[in-house]
């Protein structure tokens, strides 16, 4: 007597990007059957993109990783969770009393969850003693963040998606929606289509988004931050600055008048290169728009002043009043799908969870107490990030790193240097799902469950928390990451007592300010709660209504000098190289690269030509070239498209071993220590 196995409903959320989208997957024993939408899904509703919906093969891939390895004399050899773990704990302390606790750096997944970005840093600071813990949007929207700290107070996105389908315009920056946030370009769509709103991209490639725009403009690499500075003089000098708002609202007004001095907007057209009419177009369309949202992306932070131009972009919002109403606000759209949450739960060399500054001993003193550490026990001292603990694994100043979840040596610029500096270490940690080529320089490597193997929270890009569920159980002997840091704890002689991660949640309501109020059961099912909260559950979807998040409740227009790029063409690498994600991969693909149903859309790498460039070079659809920077050099298939124009080629960041980063430099924004890695010059040869 045969019966057919149950087919399983559970709700979880996609971990492919910031929109945060979740929906029901089907499953029945470990096969996902499929993933359905649900109108009940806050972030998204209508549906999601093709990620969400087919990516999910690497689940049950052969080559997951199911148990613990050491490395022997060269090579990896199976281990029982109690050898691996026994041996983490027992290196990590003895090079902590070696070399002291700054000696050891931890990176956190901005794909886990909130609970185990918490546990994470908790390790790093209440263990080992250290601020030296960072997460991936050091490599992003850390530049964001810090020009949303110096003007309006908080780092995350002003509003939510409905806000962005409120406005009356929307300014993309940067920021190639399309296909890094698929189900939010669908929302806008569908607010142009039915309700005509408007749109301006300030984007040197033609994406789809571009292409849409009422206004496609396309300035020079590096250039952003000029011609935001001259529209606010623009809207100064037209009538189109909300004195009210800036009166009753903000600090520094006349200052950073003053610092506009320069920009004037036939200074904007000669540095970027749009012409003076074009400029002034999009300054009377932000200038008259009732609401305007403005988003941007790596195409602003990656570049070695992102955080001057994120500033000039809040300070050109906050000219025009464009803060504190429904459909108003800055944007940084966040990429990985927990980069958001993996900040606010402090993993970050500065901040404790909650934004709490570790360097405040009123904080250190909290932190302290809650987690029954002596307070010395804390460091007052910011730590190391992800450039500068690799860096120091190179100089010999750190000695351990233990890394969750993240592709560094395929992710980090100029791979040669991530590389020697993991080889210098005298013992590294990676804990992940695959065998990662990060994975290949590591001493010990622990084999982690994704997402639909546990439980947890995941923050989106609009700061809107939800739970996620068990869809199935961890495959063979891995285990989820919470699970793995709680015994490493207790073999450091921490008994955290952990047995759900609704038990972490609890413990950060009762000492983060920020956080306070949340609980599982008010975020259950479909339900989802938006920091700050309060402690009666009341949460915030749209920001800066009455006060800005600083001292006196007023946000600051923030004075700004142009500064050159830290890397620009010259006559031997006359190209710039631009770079970006595909609608179809994800990362390094370690998860998007397993199944034919993604792979096949997306198989091979290549480099996008512009047709001039291409007619001058002799170069057609499929020759091979080899692109060249001052760092090393790659072969790669052309594709002639005029989604790029002139002498700027695009290339896929997914593909490649270890691919575009060997092309990247060490130059970065010294405000963040964010990789420029969008300002690479090149050479380009036919083969
Ligand atoms: Fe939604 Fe982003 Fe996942 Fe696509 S990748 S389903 S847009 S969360």
């Known amino acids: 007597h045969w019966r057919q196995p149950e087919i399983k409903r559970t709700k979880t959320v996609c971990t492919y990007c910031g929109v945060g989208c979740s929906f029901e997957m089907w499953t029945r024993d470990r096969h996902i059957l499929k993933v359905q939408p649900v109108v009940d899904a806050p972030a998204n509703g209508i549906s999601t993109c093709i990620k969400g919906k087919f990516a999910w093969d690497f689940v049950n891939d052969p080559e997951r990783l199911t148990t613990p390895l050491i490395r022997d004399n060269g090579k990896f050899r199976e281990a029982s969770w109690d050898e691996a773990l026994d041996l983490v704990a027992q290196r990590l302390l003895q090079i902590r009393d070696t070399h002291g606790p700054d000696s050891i750096g931890f990176i956190g997944s901005s794909k886990a969850s909130n609970e185990e970005a918490y546990l994470t840093q908790k390790i790093a600071r209440a263990i080992i003693g250290t601020n030296s813990v960072d997460n991936s949007s050091r490599y992003c929207q850390n530049p964001a963040t810090k020009g949303l700290f110096r003007t309006v107070g908080y780092g995350g996105d002003a509003g939510t998606i409905a806000d962005m389908e409120k406005a009356e315009l929307i300014v ?22 039915h309700r005509g709103q408007k749109w301006v991209v300030f984007d040197p490639r033609k994406h789809e988004m ?50 506009l001095e320069p920009f004037t907007m036939d200074f904007a057209a000669q540095v970027t290169g749009i012409a003076k009419e074009k400029l002034i ?24 002043h992102g955080s001057d131009t994120s500033t000039a972009l809040s300070n050109l919002l906050l000219v025009t009043g464009n803060y504190g109403r429904p459909g108003t606000g800055g944007y940084p759209m966040r990429g990985h799908n927990n980069v958001q949450g993996a900040s606010d739960f402090g993993c970050l060399k500065n901040m404790y969870p909650g934004y709490e500054k570790v360097t405040e001993e009123k904080n250190r003193d909290k932190w302290a107490k809650a987690w029954g550490v002596p307070k010395e026990k804390l460091s007052l001292e910011k730590g190391n990030d992800n450039f500068t603990m690799v860096k120091g694994a190179d100089e010999g100043s750190v000695k351990a790193m233990f890394i969750i979840g993240e592709e560094t040596a395929f992710s980090d610029a100029d791979s040669r240097n991530v590389h020697s500096g993991f080889e210098s270490l005298d013992f590294m940690v990676v804990q992940d799902i695959f065998m990662s080529r990060t994975a290949e320089f590591a001493d010990v490597v622990l084999p982690a469950s994704p997402s639909v193997e546990k439980d947890g929270t995941f923050t989106n890009t609009e700061r809107r928390i939800q739970r996620f569920y068990q869809v199935l159980p961890p495959l063979g002997d891995s285990r989820p990451d919470w699970q793995i840091l709680t ?46 909260m309060q402690t009666d559950g009341s949460t ?28 620009a063409a010259d006559s031997e690498y006359d190209i710039m190289l631009d770079n970006g994600r595909m609608l179809e991969q994800f990362q390094g693909t370690n998860q998007t690269g397993r199944g034919p149903r993604i792979w096949s859309q997306a198989p091979n790498w290549f480099v996008e030509v512009s047709p001039e460039l291409a007619a001058e070079r002799g170069i057609e659809d499929g020759t091979w070239v080899r692109v060249t920077s001052r760092r090393g050099s790659v072969e790669v298939r052309a594709t002639v498209t005029d989604r790029v124009a002139g002498k700027t080629l695009f290339m896929p960041i997914h593909q490649g071993k270890p691919g575009l980063n060997l092309l990247t430099g060490e130059h970065h924004d010294p405000d963040v220590n964010t990789p420029a890695y969008k300002e690479t010059a090149v050479k380009l040869e036919v083969l």
């Open 172 to 193: 993309m920056v940067g920021s190639n929606l399309s296909e890094n946030h698929p189900v939010i370009a669908s929302k806008l769509k569908a607010q142009k289509k």
């Open 210 to 259: 571009a292409e849409r725009a009422d206004i496609h403009l396309r300035p020079n690499a590096s250039t952003d931050m000029v011609w935001a500075s001259a529209l606010s003089r623009y809207m100064f000098e037209h009538g189109y600055a909300d004195t009210e708002f800036l009166n009753a609202r903000v600090n520094q007004i006349e200052e950073y008048k003053q610092s």
């Open 281 to 304: 177009e999009a300054a009377e369309l932000i200038g008259q728009a009732k609401s305007v949202c403005l988003l941007w992306a790596m195409g602003i932070t990656q570049h070695s």
């Open 487 to 532: 015994d490493l704890a207790k073999r450091m002689g921490y008994d955290w007592g952990y047995t759900h991660p609704s038990q972490i949640m609890d413990e950060v309501a009762g000492i983060a300010t920020m956080f306070q109020g949340i609980s599982y059961e008010r975020l259950e099912g479909w339900q989802s709660l938006f920091w700050p």
């Open 540 to 567: 915030t979807p749209l920001l800066y209504t009455e006060r800005f998040h600083t001292d006196d409740g007023k946000a600051v227009l923030f004075p700004l000098e142009w500064k050159q790029p830290a890397e």
